[in-house]
Each structure stands twice: as C-alpha cells, then as structure tokens.
C-alpha cells in the first residue's frame, strides 16, 4: 500500500473538466459545475504592455476523464517521466510570459515542483531543552528523515526540496556550529543531490536579539552571527555542486513587534531602519559566501529575501539587491518570497473573520495576477530569477477537492510567470494548528495525491 498510494500522487488528480478558454488564459475546471480561471494577460502601464502581454510556448495540456483505479505497484526508484501526463489531471492552458535570455531564469526555469522538508532542522527551542543536538531534528514532528523519503519525494515528481536549518540552538558563546549538527545537515542534503534533486538550505528560525535581528540595535552583533554561521556553512557545503542553492535568511523581520508582519507606514523610522537592516545583512551574507573557499562558492546561486519574506517588500522602493562583486559569474542573485495567498483561504488561522475553506477563483485571480504581475515586470522581464520556496494552504476540516485546486492555479500560474514554487509541508496532518502535510512521513505515503498531482505537473511543465 506504501507503494500504492505514491503512485496515486502521480495518477490520480481532481474530478475536474476542461473549459473553453482562448490563448493567454489558463482554465482550470474542477468540476462540471465549477470553473476556475486564470488569466495570464493583464492590464499594465504602456511601458510595461509589451512585456504583459506578449506570451510564448503556449501549452495545452488534455487529460482523461476517467478516474483511474488504484493498482497495487511493485517497489521502484526508476524516475518518473514527468513529460507523461497522469490521468485525470485538473486541465489547464498555460501561456508563458516572454523574459530575455537569462542563464538565472534557466536556472529557475528547471527547478520545477518543490517540496519544504519544513518542522525538522528548523525546529528550536529558546531554552535548548536537549542534550544532544541530533534530538532536534524529531522536536516538532517525530519522525527523523530518511533517504527513503527523499527517494519518494524525487519518484513522486518534485526536483527541488528546501531544507530549512536553524542553527542558534546548536552554537556556542562564539558561533561556532556543532559539528554533529552541522554533519546530520550535510548528509541530508546530499541525499538529495545524489539524486540530482536541486537543494536550498538557509538560516532560518534565527530571527532573535541575541542571534540574528533587523535593528540597527543588533545591527553589529547580527552581522557576527550571520556572517561566522554562513562562513562555516559555506566552508562545509563548498564543495557541493549549483544545484545547492543558499538562500541568506528566511523571514527577517521585527518579532514581536507591531510591524512583524505588516508595515503599515514604510517610511516610519522603525520601518526603514528595518528594511535597511535586511539589506545590510543580505549584502553581508553575499559577501561571505563569495570570499569563502570551496570549488563553488564564487558561481553558486544565492537567494535573498525582502522584510519577512513578503513579496510586497522587495517590490517597494527601499529594498536594495545585493551587489555581487566577488562572483566569478554573471546574476547568480536570486530572490525568495513566501506567498501565502489569498491569505484567507491559505494561511488564515479558523477564527479570523472571514477565513473560509472554499477556493474562491474570482478572488484568487485577481490577487495572484496582480502579485505575479508585479514581480514579473520588476524583476524576471530584466532576467533576475524569483523562487516562490514557501507556499501552501492548509487543510480546514478535509477540504482537499479546494485546496487541490488551489495547487492547480497557483502553481500553472507562477510557472506561466516564470517562477518555481515549493509547497510548505510541515509533517503535520490533524488537530487544530497548520496543517500543510501533504507527505506522510511516518509511513511513506502521499495521502492527498490531488494535490500532489497538481504540484508536479504543473510544477513542471
């Protein structure tokens, strides 16, 4: 059945038909009854009309309306061909927006679906309630990663897995990482790379005073911490080919504070001293990263966030991209947004008013056209590579049919704008908190293949 049932993520798909739609518009039809569209043409200033509109590599993508029947398979770790549509797949037309020729965008371009081994070596704990660093890793789910689930990632179709690693739990009074922690990191993170699977680790639950902090208050001591943590982890993965990618921070932001989330006024003091923080420690990041021996530190692509992530602050003025001075490479600068949207379907916790389990296209459309839209025209039109690494919806009292097609518009949509995205996966699958699971790994199995299916396929075509 363990087999079964990771087949099933490529096999099976939603119960949904295909509608009319014309060329720039991708329809995802979920039901007879139900349409969901989404349109890649847009309204935008003269300037940026030509960039908007003009679209290439039209696909249409035709499925059988016949749900399949699940078969008993025999075990395998032969890849799947992933130019080999399954059946049943939610229908969707994707046109691709035009971008320059840009070995960044290739680069992005083929790291197609990804999937966050999230709630393992990002779990922490301000009191370092163990003994041994390795007892982390099972903190806030209780199962220790095996090659088995990396094997079943790659077989189910994804090609990219982002290894979140928080690291202040596991330094000492200098900043130096525990070998043990740090070996456990690296070994996980080959498993993947053996498999020829793209990896982005990164410093993630760090965001604190006494570690890392966007204030000019900590501004000093941050830079220590980030710039001593990423010299060693650069050192330790140098070696490691491009397909490791370094993502410099996760959400930095202000914890705690009123802005955490949200900054209401960007040019209040506390908001610009934050937003120049980011960039400091961006810039800083890069730096140590490039001047780090190891065979590619000075080519391998580098990620970098805005304020906590949000694509809203590396679209307004204050955000600075790194410069890359000591690359031995051409736009190995890449950047990172978390897209938790529509929030209310997504992300919002049951009691805020308005969140709903129904997947509302009408709303969903016009909030991602404009997002994908924006960072398009900014960024991935000048040929600088967007990854979409945090994503998701999660799971309200057993609404799969939406979410999956929730996977099939987000995912179709941010590839016909040219960016990859990795579905947040948290392990966790019932009670009352965020539950993004959609691999279940204590028994090997994928028990949402619509969704999954959504996820690979669109992922990756």
């Known amino acids: 059945m363990r087999k079964q049932k990771r087949i099933l993520a490529l096999a099976l798909a939603a119960t949904l038909l295909l509608a009319g739609c014309t060329k720039g518009e991708a329809s995802v039809t ?20 030509s960039a908007s509109t003009e679209t290439s590599e039209s696909t249409e993508v035709s499925a059988s309306t016949e749900t399949s029947a699940s078969t008993e398979t025999s075990a395998s770790t032969v890849e799947k061909d992933l130019t080999v549509r399954p059946d049943n797949l939610v229908n969707v037309l994707v046109s691709k927006h035009k971008a320059p020729e840009s070995e960044a965008l290739k680069f992005t371009e083929s790291m197609g679906a990804g999937y966050n081994l999230g709630n393992t070596f990002d779990a922490n704990d301000s009191k370092n309630v163990f003994s041994d660093d390795l007892q982390f890793e099972t903190y806030w789910q209780n199962v220790k990663t095996t090659k088995q689930h990396i094997l079943d990632l790659k077989e189910a179709g994804f090609k990219t897995i982002r290894i979140p ?152 003025d204050a955000f600075k991209m790194p410069t890359d001075d000591y690359a031995e490479a051409e736009n190995r600068i890449l950047l990172t947004v978390h897209a938790y949207r529509p929030y209310l379907f997504a992300l919002a916790e049951p009691n805020v008013s308005g969140a709903t389990a129904t997947f509302n296209q009408s709303d969903a ?33 057993g609404n799969t049919e939406d979410r999956a097609k929730y996977a099939a518009t987000f995912t179709a949509y941010a590839r016909s704008y040219l ?43």
């Not at 009074?173 to 699977?197: F, P, S």
């Not at 991602?368 to 960072?375: G, H, I, V, Y």
């Not at 392990?427 to 691999?439: A, H, K, L, P, V």
């Open 165 to 316: 690693v928080s690291w202040h739990n596991h330094v000492d009074a200098d900043y130096n990482i525990n070998e043990k922690w740090m070996d456990r990191v690296y070994e996980v993170v080959n498993w993947a790379l053996e498999e020829d699977m793209y990896v982005i680790i990164n410093i993630h639950h760090d965001n604190l005073k006494k570690y890392m902090y966007p204030s000019y208050e900590c501004l000093d001591n941050s830079k220590k911490y980030v710039s001593k943590v990423w010299e060693q982890i650069a050192t330790k993965f140098g070696d490691c080919d491009e397909k490791l990618v370094f993502e410099s921070l996760n959400e930095p932001r202000l914890v705690g504070t009123d802005i955490e989330w949200n900054i209401p006024d960007l040019n209040s003091k506390q908001a610009q001293e934050a937003l120049d923080c980011v960039n400091q420690l961006n810039q800083l990041i890069v730096d140590t990263i490039r001047q780090t021996p190891g065979a590619y530190n000075k080519t391998r692509y580098i990620t970098v966030p805005g304020y906590c992530a949000s694509p809203d602050y590396i679209l307004c």
């Open 365 to 397: 459309t016009s909030e991602l056209n404009s997002l994908f839209m924006n960072l398009f025209v900014k960024y991935i039109k000048n040929g600088t590579g967007i990854i979409i690494d945090e994503f998701g919806a999660r799971d309200r009292n």
């Open 419 to 461: 960016m990859p995205v990795c579905w947040w996966d948290n392990n966790n699958f019932s009670g009352s908190g965020e539950i993004f699971g959609i691999y279940k790994r204590a028994d090997n199995s994928f028990p949402y293949p619509d969704i999954v299916s959504q996820l690979v396929w669109y992922g990756n075509n």
């Open 30 to 49: 979920p039901s007879s009854t139900e349409t969901v569209s989404v349109s890649t043409e847009t309204s935008v200033s003269k300037e940026e009309t």
